[in-house]
């Protein structure tokens, strides 16, 4: 067996902020506010759900008279897992089965930032079409009058990245602060935002044509730095953010293969980051910032089934619930989960591009822990690369069907490259018989 690589290893994602200066320039409101920015609450009264101005360039969220700090999960799934991990609040993106979701986490304590269903522009949605966005504007307000009374409801949030490939489109958001003015209208205790992601120019339509909107809901990844920074030039946002969707990595700011397949990291590493970025972003609460939800609180397929996955497809919790527990305050004892943390091919490991012979044998290793010492069962799978070219921005993705599964594995695994050429993908999954599961993967080329 031949093997080739290409890339480096990879240095640690993000280079340390200068933290104290961001919290002390880029979001203290110490430029002068647009004339565009709206006055805002400065004392709350103590009815619903209010976001309060508490001094020159800060703000806070009140809940029934009560200081809030959105601390939680983007995601319609595994909420009894969300409340017992000492998370506050969870994001959906529709209204599907929004009324059962509610009863949910009232029942669990638990409130929800509700997303209201606002198609894409980049599937077609115009709305400067008149009648169009009327349409949509009517069917938000339906939603909201159904569901204002409700105690889980946080906000109402204005779909997702609505505006993706389309940032500076006029009519989309004159759109948004006219909803916005109509929802307030018809619920004035419960805040609206509005969520996209960290492209400036969001910034700076959200603040010449959207005044009405009360939060800046922001999708940041590995880039929140950069994102975060945007918003002390005077001609942005100058209110209320929420960083509405955060993960350290997203697939399109990852390293590459030769042949483009993106290089996920480990469970380790991604519990491990995700540590890292709290504490440097988010602890103490910066003086604009209103809170943060992690993304994906769930399973599902987006270049791979396991890329923000935080749970298997059999609902079992990884390491970065358990990390996201730990810095939510959650002081109850909990089975860790097992992570792989690393795979090797020989001696070469995941975040290098590989060549391998076609039907030659191979060996893979993995380097397993379990914080609390368990018994441990492996499961390896054999999948071709996804699909994915043309998809773009969470759209739908279809998980390739398996080559092998071999269950009941150590962590070695001995197998035969497959005959056909093309980019395949190694998924090594460890159980610890308690309901923890790791993870990792390792992408290879086959070649004649």
Known sequence: ????????????????????????????????????????KTTPTGKGVEVIQVAEGQYQLFRHGKPFVIQGASGWGFWTELAGRGANTARTYSTWKLDSLLNLARDLNLTVAV?????????????????????????????????????????????NEVNLMHHADKAYWQWTNETAKAIHEADPFHPVMVCVNEMRKNYEMAAKYAPAVDILGINAFQTVEDA???????????????????????????????????????????????????ETYLRPTPPRLLGSLAFFWGQKQERTHTWFSMFSEDGEPT????????????????????????????????????????????????????????????????????????????????RPEPLFVMENQGK??????????????LFAYVRDGKGGFGYHNIPFFVKR
């Open 1 to 40: 067996m031949s093997v080739q690589t290409s890339l480096p290893h990879r240095p640690f994602p993000f280079a340390p902020l200068l933290w104290a200066a961001w919290l002390a320039v880029h979001i203290t409101g110490c430029q002068t506010p647009s004339l565009e920015t709206p006055l805002r």
């Open 115 to 159: 997303g209201l269903d606002v198609p894409l522009m980049r599937n077609g949605a115009n709305y400067a079409d008149k009648a169009f966005a009327k349409a949509i504007q009517d069917s938000a307000l339906a939603v909201v009058a159904r569901f204002r009374h409700h105690p889980a409801v946080l906000c109402w949030v204005l779909g």
């Open 228 to 278: 975060l920074g945007h918003l002390q030039a005077k001609d942005t946002w100058q209110g209320p953010v929420v960083l509405a969707e955060f993960s350290p990595v997203g697939y399109w700011e990852a390293e590459q293969t030769d042949w483009a397949a993106p290089i996920e990291d480990s469970d380790l590493r991604k519990a491990a980051l995700i540590k890292w970025y709290c």
């Open 319 to 398: 390491a970065v619930v358990d990390q996201l527990g730990q810095l939510w305050g959650d002081t109850l004892p909990h089975n860790h989960a097992p992570t792989i943390g690393a795979l090797y091919f020989g001696e070469m490991e995941a975040f290098e591009s590989m060549y391998l012979p076609a039907g030659d044998s191979a060996v893979v290793r993995s380097f397993p822990q379990d914080p609390d010492g368990d018994s441990l069962t492996f499961t390896w799978e054999l999948l071709p690369e996804g699909d994915y070219m043309n998809v773009t921005g969470g759209d739908g993705e279809i």
């Open 412 to 425: 070695t695994l001995r197998f035969q490259i497959p005959e056909k050429v093309g980019a395949y993908r």
